[in-house]
């Protein structure tokens, strides 16, 4: 109880700490690129990590060189 406690207070005091303000001023040689689209953003974090993780389980399971027990 008393870790839980103490890791809740140390996480929520991190958080009040941190400023997201400051994410506002741009450094100097601060050049992002174009943002994405909906579509570029959920095809490049959803749709590509579950047909990655689709190709390497149909690998594993396609090139598992152990007998089955019968």
Do not use: E, H
């Amino acid at each position: 109880m008393r870790a839980g406690a103490v890791a809740a207070g140390t996480t929520l005091m991190m958080l009040l700490m941190s400023s997201p303000a400051l994410a506002l001023t741009r450094d100097d040689g601060d050049d992002p690129g174009p943002g994405l689209s909906a579509i570029d953003t959920i095809g490049l974090y959803v749709v590509a990590p579950i047909a990655l993780f689709v190709i390497i389980a149909g690998l594993v399971m396609l090139l598992d060189k152990s007998k089955k027990q019968a």
